[in-house]
């Protein structure tokens, strides 16, 4: 029994630290804009440098870029998307047939083109209002 609660008192300290904040990568809050908008406030109004912030602000920048960029034309935009999803699905179809170091290489841009998508979908989505 008294193996059993410290069992439990040891579980319930690992599941705790693990539920400290942390702080979100670029990566992260590119494709998650409202955490992005929060974050971007948040270093606004504590008027700091710290490496968190200035990601945060890196993030930001590179969404605006993209916002501005879908605004200033949404055909092309609306062709970046289109392309970026033709590749993805191009690059997983090689990734099914290869092997060795070309899988390695492959896994590696199907990864990097899940991101850009990822991103692109972010943008669509934060300035069409779909969720």
Do not use: W
């Amino acid at each position: 029994m008294i193996l059993f609660r410290l069992l439990i008192v040891c579980c319930a300290v690992l599941v705790l630290s693990g539920c400290r904040e942390q702080s979100a990568d670029h990566d992260f809050l590119m494709t998650h804009p409202k955490l992005l908008e929060q974050e971007a406030n948040r270093c606004q109004a504590m008027a700091t440098s710290d490496a968190d912030c200035e990601v945060v602000r890196r993030a930001a920048n590179d969404f605006a870029n993209l916002v501005n960029e879908r605004g200033a034309n949404p055909e092309d935009f609306g062709k970046r998307v289109l392309a970026a999803q033709t590749k993805l699905s191009e690059t997983h179809q090689a990734l099914l047939k290869a092997n060795g170091s070309a899988k390695d290489t492959l896994e590696k841009d199907y990864k990097e083109q899940q991101k850009t998508m990822a991103e692109l979908m972010a943008v669509v989505s934060a300035t069409t209002g779909i969720e």
